[in-house]
């Protein structure tokens, strides 16, 4: 649920971050605009300096104003309708374009009212140039008038008005920011917990409406299909465990025949000392066949949690000097002799009395897999060390031979399936580690090869 939450969060800051982005991106072009705009028809419209330069040009010429052919080309360029000039007794001594409806003479309250206002519909701007005051018409479709008084305190008041707004607008932003990440967090957290269902293999029944509705109904598909599946690889898996058990029980008897009968050949001193050899040969090879089957049995139930774990308390120390003389004298002392393999054991001070809960038979099973190992694969006889140490809260069987060691392509292949290399005494090392909380560890040597550490939990 943490990823959903970081989700959630990073969607509410960004939201937020592009509405206040957006506001004040509107909010700069919207004062812009406004400034060109009101540039543009100060312009356009109505130059005041333009009115001033036509005032300018204005001159009296035997009691008669006029204008220059200058001041009349800026009056032409100018975007109104009308022009007309008043003296000081409000009387119009110059015009241009003046309708005929219009009065030639205004009084002091007519020239108050328009020049704040609007003179026949007309909106009005007004300028006073020398004795001469000059009034021009705008284009009443395109201009509107408003003149306001406002009080000084409201001016003043503006920027606190403006903090107010961006205030309340930035309460609203976030309010809707967390309402609807809530919501988004509302519709996806069943979703989560959904998904964490799925990785727990977990049976998933999700309500398949609102905005995660459709993404709901696909989850519960898929987790219908993966119950499914599950239910049968298990029957599969318990299919394989019970013909793998059937096969061993099967193959005990005669295999126990043919122990037996070669274990009365090889000690039947009226045969030949080449056919006593064969049946020591065979009565060898058995015994591997045997254990070949109890692994091939063991390891079966493991992988599918078929083995319950017999734990109780055991010593390291004594497991692994009991597996030591196991094999000594299982795989025949005169043998062992003779290929000059021996088997020291290292055991650390303070692992001597260390007690831990753990199943001793497995333990023992997995010791007795690793050195067997290095006894085997080094016919010509070999030292195998085993040191038993503590590292980090963890009981470590570290083995080592002064013969090949583990081959490369043995260690890559741990994980696959191959015909080639036979290395199911491994796995079967490293199911009994991970039951007891551990694992298999390999470190290479120089020569390309690998030794074996079997670790475990000291407190599992």
């Not at 036509?54 to 360029?77: H, P, Q, R, S």
């Not at 013909?243 to 099967?250: A, E, L, N, R, T």
């Not at 000392?273 to 040969?281: F, V």
């Not at 020569?447 to 550490?453: M, P, S």
């Amino acid at each position: 649920m943490k990823s959903l939450f970081k989700i959630i969060c990073r969607y509410s800051v960004t939201a937020g971050v592009i509405i206040f982005v957006l506001l004040l991106s509107n909010a700069a072009a919207f004062l812009f605009w406004g400034y060109k705009t009101m540039e543009n028809d100060r312009s356009e419209k109505f130059d005041r300096e333009a009115v001033e330069e036509i005032g300018g040009e204005l001159y009296l010429e035997n009691d008669v104003w006029k204008i220059t052919e200058t001041g009349m080309a800026k009056v032409e360029e100018m975007e109104c309708q009308w022009m007309m000039a008043l003296d000081q007794q409000g009387s119009v001594v110059w015009e241009w374009r003046l309708p005929e409806e219009f009065a030639r003479s205004y009084s002091l309250q007519d020239v108050a009212g328009f020049s704040r206002w609007y003179l026949h519909d007309y909106p009005v701007a007004v300028w006073r140039s020398g004795t001469l005051l000059l009034v021009t018409g705008l284009d009443m479709n395109t201009i509107m008038r408003i003149s306001e008084m406002l009080p000084i305190s409201n001016i003043s008041g503006i920027p606190a008005y403006i903090s107010l707004a961006f205030t309340v607008n930035l309460v609203l932003i976030l309010f809707f920011v967390l309402f609807l990440g809530y919501r988004f967090y509302r519709a996806l957290k069943p979703v989560g917990k959904g998904i964490e269902s799925l990785v727990e293999q977990e049976p998933l029944c999700l309500r398949e409406k609102g905005m995660a509705g459709d993404l709901a109904r696909k989850l519960n598909r898929v987790s219908d299909i993966l119950q499914e599946q599950k239910k049968k690889l298990s029957r599969r898996d318990q299919a394989r465990t019970e013909w793998i058990s059937g096969v061993s029980h099967d193959i005990r008897t005669p295999l126990a025949l043919i122990l037996g009968y070669s274990d009365r050949l090889k000690k039947d001193e009226s045969l030949s000392k080449d056919a006593r050899k064969s049946a020591e040969i065979i009565c060898g090879q058995s015994l591997i066949i045997r254990q070949l089957i109890d692994d091939l049995n063991l390891t079966s139930k493991l992988a599918y949690q078929a083995q319950p774990l017999k734990k109780s308390f055991c010593s390291p120390a004594q497991i692994l000097r009991e597996c030591a003389a196991d094999i000594y004298n299982e795989e025949t002392g005169e043998e062992v002799a003779e290929e000059n393999t021996d088997i020291e054991l290292i055991i650390d001070p303070e692992t001597e009395k260390i007690k831990i809960t753990a199943d001793a038979g497995l333990l023992k099973r997995a010791l007795r897999n690793l050195i067997g190992n290095s006894v085997r694969h080094n016919p010509g006889g070999c030292r195998v060390t085993v040191r038993l140490y503590i590292k980090e809260k963890q009981i470590i069987w570290e083995v080592r031979d002064s013969g090949k060691g583990i081959p490369e392509a043995v260690v890559e292949n741990m994980d696959s399936q191959t015909e080639k290399i036979h290395i199911m005494g491994l796995r079967l090392v490293r199911q009994i580690a991970k039951a007891h909380g551990g694992d298999l560890v390999f470190r290479r040597r120089e020569t390309g090869c690998y030794d074996a550490e079997m670790v475990i939990l000291l407190y599992g």
